[in-house]
């Protein structure tokens, strides 16, 4: 994809366009999350040293500093608490509205509540109490130039949707 009037972008891929994550692990030392995600797991990290659990998933702990984290599961099904729906200042080649809800995901999950986008939604649908189930879907392949060959990163997010 050339960029025009950015001559050393000329043919080249522009990360600076792409909102999603370079997955591999020569690129993002959190990968396993990605991996995990195409196997339909929701994980985060947990620190091995102070029982720390944290989302997103870390490389460091939080508060004890430590770099021994472990991966667990979290629930793929929360409940709604708050919804925003946004209209303006959506990134490009996204359709407003975008739908963002803080999920509760339950008294028994390490992790309580997680903030994520709400995909397969009509505008102003989404209510507090809804439940709300993880989805996983592929994003577009990202090129990524390693000694003079280009390779195509394959590559998947997630969202939630309501449960039907």
Known sequence: MAVSGIPFLEGRYSPTFDLWPIETKEFNRIHTFYDNLREGKFTTTKCRQCGRESYPPR????ECYSDELEWIELPRKGKVEAVVEKLGG???CFEPPLID????LGEESPVRHVLSRVINCPPESLKEDDKVQLVVFDVPSHPIEIRQETIMAERVFFAFEPVK
């Open 59 to 62: 490389v460091i702990c939080p």
């Open 90 to 92: 959506v990134p490009i």
């Open 101 to 104: 809800a803080w999920i509760d």
